[in-house]
């Protein structure tokens, strides 16, 4: 398996300063080489090398140097050059196809990465969901990445940090497509009932203390009824099915997860449980889930600071379930 630690670590880049500035408006190339203290050739050839990627970079006699179109890719320079402060994004590292980004993530937090050290891979061999379920990828239509957080919670917390990421995924989805999603307890987002992301999280824990934790996130974005398998297409949806325009970028939707996920690290639990409840479609309603062997019957009622599940029986007990699935 790959080592995303043995790849030589992010050096400051031109291709993402230069995206940073094309972002931003019009650029001279005399004035960039003067400013970077790098020769015009330098910079010409980095420009090149966007358009070759599928940059449309146009340069106008008067205006300067354009970007009109930007290819439907995911590369770290771009990620990089919209979030320059963004721990995420910083650490972000892209590749073709992995086992799983879960895999890869783990596998750094144990050798001791830093906290926001993230992998995203355009498809996985191995890529799995909760309870052992595979998770399909389709190369190009989706994005598929994995978070290391080392909070300094207690281990039964780490649940919140997958409360936290479906939080930052609706934000990001309603910003960028107008789209409203919905969460279902523990780790799904819906839409119109169906899925359209799903969230793993793995903990490592030493003694009553979360090492760190690995919050991996699925989102279909371009797919199409077909690209599901076919058990799944029922209960499945992409961005691009629920209404999104066709010209979502991939890049634009992970710079706004990235932002708002750590907007949300950095704010208050007490806030984020309160607008993870008001998207939560199970809040107040009448919930079965089954919790190992038992299924458990009542209606959700709340989440505690720890994340854990309150439920309201029938008989007006009170039951806390750190847990299971809705049936
Ligand atoms: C679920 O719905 O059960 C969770 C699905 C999580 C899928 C993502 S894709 C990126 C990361 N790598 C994995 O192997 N799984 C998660």
Redesign the pocket.
């Known amino acids: 398996m790959t080592n995303p630690l043995n790849n030589p670590a992010p050096r400051p880049d031109l291709d993402e300063e230069l995206l940073r500035r094309l972002f931003q408006g019009p650029l001279v190339l005399e004035q960039v080489a003067h400013d970077l203290l790098l020769p015009p050739e330098q910079v010409r050839q980095s420009l090149q090398e966007l358009s070759r990627l599928g940059y449309q970079i146009t340069t106008f006699p008067h205006r300067g140097i354009i970007l009109q179109h930007s290819p439907d890719i995911l590369i770290a320079d771009e990620t990089r050059a919209r979030l320059p402060e963004n721990i995420f994004a910083r650490q972000l590292r892209i590749f073709k196809e992995t086992r799983?980004?879960?895999?890869l993530v783990f596998q750094a937090g144990v050798q001791g990465a830093p906290e926001g050290f993230c992998v995203l891979a355009e498809s996985?061999t191995?890529?799995?969901?909760?309870?052992g379920?595979c998770?399909q990828?389709t190369a190009g239509k989706g994005l598929?990445?994995?978070l290391l957080f080392r909070p300094s919670w207690p281990p039964e917390r780490a649940a919140c940090l997958t409360y936290l990421t479906s939080v930052a995924f609706c934000r990001a989805a309603a910003r960028l497509t107008g789209i409203r999603c919905g969460i279902k307890w523990p780790?799904?987002v819906l839409y119109q009932n169906k899925?359209i992301a799903?969230?793993?999280t793995e903990a490592r824990s030493q003694a009553s203390r979360l090492e760190f934790a690995v919050v991996?996130?699925?989102i279909n974005v371009h797919q199409q009824p077909g690209d599901f398998p076919e058990d799944l297409r029922a209960r499945a949806l992409s961005l691009g099915m629920a209404g999104a325009a066709a010209n979502l970028r991939r890049a634009e939707l992970l710079a706004v997860l990235l932002e708002e996920t750590l907007r949300l690290y950095r704010a208050p639990w007490e806030d984020l449980r309160t607008e993870w409840k008001s998207l939560c479609l199970s809040t107040g309603q009448p919930l079965r889930i089954q919790c190992g062997r038992r299924i458990v019957e009542g209606q959700m009622i709340d989440i505690e600071e720890n994340g854990h599940l309150v439920l309201r029986l029938p008989d007006g007990k009170i039951e806390v379930i750190n847990s299971g699935e809705i049936l």
């Open positions: 799983s980004t879960n895999d996985q191995h890529g799995r969901g909760r309870n379920r998770w990828t598929y990445l994995s780790n799904d899925k799903g969230i793993l991996g996130i699925g």
